[in-house]
């Protein structure tokens, strides 16, 4: 069964309800240097922590001692390295962090199918060295900013991209309740991640779009 991460949430109330519908992680975007309406504080993150399952730290740091800084505070399930960190970077944090803690790395992919490496690292071998360290890659959009693009990508993409580093591959941007069975059908990946697509708007998740998307993802075909 595919497992479902909603993303960006911002309170203990949409946290709750995404957990009681079936989703198995709730991002919370920490802090970072972007302007979202979907960033919380570390505090809040940790308030919201307590009644929200799995958590993932949505990050995008400058030194790896911010990540530990956060998974000591937090104690998430996995750290989301969600910015351009090189394979260097994502190795340093691996072996900061306790052995528990999943390190899932975030792989952009813009609009016209092509990966957007890391500055220094090498094209040809990017991804193959990246599959060697992290333990789950997050395939998402970007434009002109890091994800929250709410725009799809060329999922033919990701699911060549899973085949070639074999990591459980986790899918994101422009999914909603009616796009994720195709993106699920194409990719077939590990779990499939989502923020403005349950939004009433950024940062409030709508009830009805997160069970529909939940719901569906998981292979149930009506919510009640």
Same mark, same amino acid.
């Given at each position: 069964?595919? *497992?479902?991460?909603? %993303?960006?949430?911002?309170?203990?109330?949409?946290?709750? =309800?995404?957990?009681?519908?079936? +989703?198995?992680?709730?991002?919370?975007? $920490?802090?970072? /240097?972007?302007?979202?309406? #979907?960033?919380?504080?570390?505090?809040?993150?940790?308030?919201?922590?307590?009644?929200?399952?799995?958590?993932?730290?949505?990050?995008?740091? #400058? =030194? +790896?001692?911010? @990540?530990?800084?956060?998974?000591?505070?937090? #104690?998430?399930?996995?750290?989301?390295?969600?910015?351009?960190?090189?394979?260097? =970077?994502?190795?340093?944090?691996?072996?900061?962090?306790?052995?528990?803690?999943?390190?899932?790395?975030?792989?952009?992919?813009?609009?016209?199918?092509?990966?957007?490496?890391?500055?220094?690292?090498?094209?040809?071998?990017?991804?193959?060295?990246?599959?060697? $360290?992290?333990? =789950?890659?997050?395939?998402?959009? @970007?434009?002109?900013?890091?994800?929250?693009?709410?725009?799809?990508?060329?999922?033919?993409?990701?699911?060549?991209? *899973?085949?070639?580093?074999?990591? /459980?591959?986790?899918?994101?941007?422009?999914?909603?309740?009616?796009?994720?069975?195709?993106?699920?059908? $194409?990719?077939?990946?590990?779990?499939?991640?989502?923020?403005?697509?349950?939004?009433?708007?950024?940062?409030?998740?709508?009830? %009805?779009?997160? #069970?529909?998307? $939940?719901?569906? +993802? *998981?292979?149930?075909?009506?919510?009640?």
């Amino acid at each position: 069964m595919v *497992k479902v991460k909603i %993303c960006g949430v911002t309170s203990a109330e949409d946290a709750i =309800f995404a957990v009681e519908s079936g +989703a198995d992680m709730v991002g919370l975007i $920490i802090d970072v /240097p972007v302007d979202t309406q #979907r960033k919380v504080s570390l505090k809040k993150a940790i308030k919201i922590s307590k009644d929200a399952g799995d958590v993932v730290a949505v990050l995008m740091p #400058r =030194f +790896a001692g911010d @990540v530990l800084r956060v998974a000591r505070e937090l #104690r998430p399930y996995a750290v989301q390295l969600h910015g351009y960190e090189p394979n260097s =970077f994502v190795l340093d944090v691996k072996s900061s962090l306790p052995t528990e803690t999943k390190i899932i790395k975030t792989v952009h992919i813009d609009t016209n199918g092509n990966v957007k490496c890391p500055e220094g690292e090498d094209n040809s071998s990017y991804l193959e060295d990246l599959g060697k $360290i992290a333990d =789950f890659v997050l395939m998402d959009t @970007v434009k002109s900013r890091e994800g929250g693009t709410g725009t799809a990508h060329d999922w033919t993409v990701s699911k060549a991209i *899973k085949e070639k580093i074999g990591l /459980p591959t986790i899918i994101a941007g422009g999914l909603t309740p009616d796009n994720v069975l195709l993106a699920i059908k $194409i990719v077939k990946p590990y779990a499939v991640d989502v923020a403005s697509g349950v939004e009433i708007c950024p940062g409030r998740k709508d009830p %009805c779009k997160v #069970r529909s998307f $939940i719901n569906l +993802a *998981k292979g149930v075909k009506s919510c009640t």
